[in-house]
């Protein structure tokens, strides 16, 4: 490989890339776009409903208000839950996001409470780790609830107290869902599209035909490509993280899985759209199916709202595509700071780059028929 | 297959004979009858020539797209591959390029079999793809600067703008450039590394006759510069005002090779004399009598077939010397148009709408 070969290619791209409107408009000017918009529609806003499962140990008046009330919020459905079941594997084996336990001697304890300022009383709330955005909505009703019932009850102890069986800290709005996603958004459709018009529109217009007969090798020919791509995918990423820290006022941790994440998705993507570009000679269809596969992904893989708010054939769906884990390892590299959850998604991340990029590489026709 | 060109001791006509290397064949004059022979040379001296191609042949499925052609190009000659849209230019031309795999032959290049050295050769030639596009973002200046990067030798770019006339256009960007400033770029591009062979296909397809004509003086000027040109074209006109060896393909089968002249000569109708408007109805019967092949064309037109250049005024002598009568004279030369008819029974320009 010559460097010299391969940093005059990236020159040339970088030179058609700015003289690109559309591309440019893509790859900067539109996620930068959908961030100023979708940050200032949804800050604040909240009319979904949230499923929540109840277990009532107490089975008292005190217990039967308390789900009353939860159900009166109108955002959460209320599940019951039977008072024999084992909740550890109820969670596992039904697969709950969240459940409440409300212990027995629940209704008594209040009641002593109001003259024994020793007394206590615990709510556990089960909620799965992997659900942050909408667990986080949920547990702030609760809570809220929860500091009314105690202001009545005893003005302002905490009688009842809430405690989460699993670690929640940070206080995460919607903006800090979404724009972990956008840049997960921007990858994709630049690599996708950048890669069909390589293989399609240079097919089509006889540069690859020209390159054969050239001395470039194929290693230097890829490299250079998807040297230009990393560049895309990180000038893109740093534009919309700067947006997010200024305009925003988001705390974005630029950590090394989130750029290991970012590179994975960049040769993932890359090798989609080979593998787009050998299976459709025209360009114009070729950009098709790149929207047909790009447009559906970004929808099911949690790029604008979490995954754990659609059907649960949905979800399934979304749990194969790639985009879902680089969504969710994005936003727990940096924004949520979950490493177990950050390793996870990276490794199936590095798992289906290697996986398209590979099949990119051997399913391009290199040469011609 | 090689040539030689024979002067007739007794008449001196010029005539181009065709035979392996090494074979002694019989030969008449095809003008006055005289029998002799002629010695082909024994061994192709691979010092002069650029390109052989042995039993080249691709098959599609089905389709035979070329059918076991052999073929050499000299160094320094344009050589042209005319034929029809689909007789199999391109699938031959890209097989030689390496661009495609052949279904059996061999091919060399400047001696050397490109299924095994083609990355040594890759410095030595130069291509223009069919229906080739350049980065339409590029200028013309950057676009001869990407892809002269790639090769050892380059020529300075101010050069080839100079040469190729692309001066004024050098900041423009190529999307903006018309038809046929795009394909003297793309001639440009394939010379960057100053190729010794050059392979343009139909470079001059979908231009205006006047930009046409610019590629043609282009291609004309890389002859002057001694490089050899492998040209693919399904122009007659293209091959008769370029080419130095003509090789027409027609359904994957070279079905005649030779320069121009003997093309011609071998399979054209000849040159024509036509007299018009002969004012002497026994003309032709006259002529027919003193040897000439006279035909009437009906309204006093005569033509006359002329084999040799002197013909023309023996058969205006012997008018004359009759005293007939006529308004004017009018000498149509055969073409590579009347060649294709003569061996397809099919038109070349008719079989490319
Ligand atoms: N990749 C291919 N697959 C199938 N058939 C092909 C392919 N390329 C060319 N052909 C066929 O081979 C024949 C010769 O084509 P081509 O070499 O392009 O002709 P030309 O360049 O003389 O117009 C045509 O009939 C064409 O349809
Ligand atoms: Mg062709």
Same mark, same amino acid.
């Not at chain 1, 499923?51 to 308390?66: A, G, H």
């Not at chain 1, 667990?135 to 019932?149: G, P, R, T, W």
């Not at chain 1, 540069?207 to 990393?230: C, G």
């Not at chain 1, 994005?330 to 798992?351: D, F, G, K």
């Given at each position: ?158 009688? #009842?107290? &809430?405690?989460? =069986? ?6 995460? $709005?919607?903006?800090? @869902?979404?724009?972990?996603? %956008? !840049? ?55 534009? #919309?993280? &700067?947006?997010? =820290? ?6 974005? $941790?630029?950590?090394? @899985?989130?750029?290991?994440? %970012? !590179? ?78 950050? !390793? ?26 | ?353």
């Amino acid at each position: 490989m010559r460097p010299k070969v391969i940093a005059m290619d990236f020159y040339a791209n970088l030179k058609i890339w700015i003289r690109s409107k559309g591309t440019l408009f893509w790859s900067l000017a539109f996620p930068v776009i959908l961030i100023f918009l979708f940050g200032a529609i949804f800050s604040g806003m909240d009319d979904v409903e949230y499923s929540l499962y109840v277990q009532d140990l107490d089975d008292s008046d005190m217990s039967e208000v308390f789900i009353e009330v939860l159900k009166e919020t109108g955002v959460l459905s209320i599940e019951s839950v039977k008072d024999d079941i084992n909740i550890t594997s109820y969670i596992k084996d039904e697969n709950i996001k969240r459940l409440i336990v409300i212990p027995e001697g629940f209704g008594e304890d209040i009641k002593k409470a109001s003259f024994d300022t020793s007394v206590t009383v615990t709510v556990s709330f089960y909620l799965d780790p992997g659900e942050q955005q909408s667990n986080q909505v949920v547990k702030s009703i609760i809570f809220s609830i929860i500091q009314n019932m105690n202001m009545n009850i005893s003005q302002g102890r905490d009688i #009842i107290k &809430l405690k989460e =069986v699993s670690t929640m800290t940070d206080d995460f $709005n919607f903006i800090d @869902f979404f724009l972990p996603g %956008i !840049i997960g958004m921007t990858i994709m459709q630049s690599c996708i599209y950048g890669s069909i018009e390589r293989n399609t529109k240079y097919r089509k217009d006889g540069i690859l035909r020209k390159l054969l007969t050239m001395p470039i090798t194929r290693a230097e020919w890829i490299f250079a490509k998807m040297l230009f791509m990393l560049f895309l995918s990180f000038i893109s990423s740093a534009l #919309i993280i &700067l947006v997010g =820290v200024f305009v925003w006022d988001m705390t974005i $941790n630029i950590t090394p @899985f989130m750029i290991l994440i %970012i !590179i994975a998705s960049s040769f993932l993507f890359s090798g989609i759209g080979m593998i787009v570009g050998r299976f459709v000679k025209e360009e114009e269809t070729a950009d098709t199916a790149g929207g047909a596969i790009g447009f559906p992904m970004m929808f099911l893989a949690g790029t604008f709202w979490p995954v754990d708010q659609l059907d649960p054939v949905m979800q399934g769906i979304a749990k194969v595509l790639p985009l879902y884990y680089i969504n969710e390892g994005l936003r727990n590299a940096m924004i949520y700071m979950n490493e177990a959850e950050t !390793i996870r998604n990276s490794v199936i991340v590095i798992v289906f780059a290697l996986v398209f990029f590979i099949a990119g590489l051997v399913l391009t026709k290199w040469h011609e028929d | 297959m090689v040539e030689k060109i024979v002067r007739c001791p007794e008449c001196s006509k010029i005539t181009t004979f065709y035979g392996n290397p090494g074979d002694c064949l019989s030969v008449t004059c095809p003008k006055c009858g005289i029998k002799g022979k002629v010695t082909f040379k024994k061994t192709v001296t691979t010092e002069n020539v650029a390109i052989e191609v042995y039993n080249l042949k691709k098959v599609y499925g089905d389709l035979i797209a070329v059918n076991d052609i052999s073929f050499s190009v000299n160094k320094g000659e344009v050589f042209a591959f005319l034929g029809p849209n689909g007789a199999g230019k391109t699938t031959t031309v890209e097989i030689i390029e390496s661009i495609r795999k052949p279904t059996a032959g061999v091919i060399k290049i400047l001696g050397k079999d490109i299924k095994t050295s083609f990355n040594q050769v890759k410095e030595k030639i130069g291509i223009l793809p069919q229906e080739f596009h350049s980065f339409e973002k590029l200028t013309v200046r950057e676009t001869l600067e990407y892809f002269s990067m790639f090769y050892k030798k380059r020529v300075n770019i101010d050069d080839i703008l100079d040469v190729m006339d692309l001066r004024s256009y050098e900041k423009m960007l190529y999307k903006n450039l018309s038809g046929g400033l795009k394909q003297r770029v793309g001639v440009a591009i394939s010379l960057v590394n100053d190729p010794d062979i050059v392979f343009l296909d139909e470079p001059s397809t979908g231009l205006d006759p006047k930009a046409r004509r610019e590629v043609w003086n282009v291609i004309s000027s890389l002859r002057n510069k001694g490089k050899t040109v492998f040209l693919t074209t399904h122009y007659m006109e293209e091959a008769e005002y370029l080419a130095d060896h003509i090789a027409v393909i027609h359904k994957g089968k070279i079905i005649a090779e030779g320069s121009l002249e003997y093309l011609l000569d071998k399979y054209g109708h000849g040159s024509l004399l036509r007299i018009k408007k002969c004012k002497d109805p026994n003309a032709v019967e006259m002529l027919k009598d003193k040897g000439f092949e006279a035909e009437s064309e009906g309204n006093g037109n005569i033509s006359i077939k002329i084999d040799y250049k002197d013909k023309v005024i023996n058969v205006l002598s012997q008018l004359r010397y009759e005293g007939i009568d006529y308004d004017s004279i009018e000498i149509r030369r055969s073409n590579l148009e009347e060649v294709f008819l003569h061996l397809t029974g099919a038109k070349l320009s008719e079989e490319n709408t």
